[in-house]
């Protein structure tokens, strides 16, 4: 494989997730709406790995909830994926505050 080729593979992928996350909305949108809601907590501390883990699970629920209110589900991944993703971050956020 070579550079040129790589670089579409990336794109094709790229692609295939924005579909995913935004069905025709803004390519931006699940960024927009999780970086909206977690204006709701200013003093959220951002170094906290649980809060880490806790905004990569949101990504996931914001990209279900997006495709449920849309109608549609994913191509790459689809309603109950993301669902399993939550709930494996869960786990792991429980297993960061064991810490």
Not at 19 to 24: F, L, S
Not at 39 to 45: A, I, R
Not at 47 to 74: F, R
């Amino acid at each position: 494989m070579n550079y040129e080729e790589m670089t579409q593979k990336e794109l094709d992928l790229y692609k295939a997730k924005n579909k995913d996350y935004t069905q025709g909305g803004s390519s931006f949108g699940n960024f927009e709406r999780v970086s909206t809601i977690l204006t709701l907590y200013p003093k959220l501390k951002l170094s906290n790995p649980q809060v880490v883990a806790m905004i990569y699970m949101l990504k996931q629920l914001d990209s279900a909830l997006w495709m449920m209110s849309e109608g549609y589900e994913g191509e790459v991944e689809n309603i109950d994926t993301r669902l399993t993703d939550v709930h494996v971050y869960a786990k792991i956020i429980r297993l960061l505050g064991e810490k």
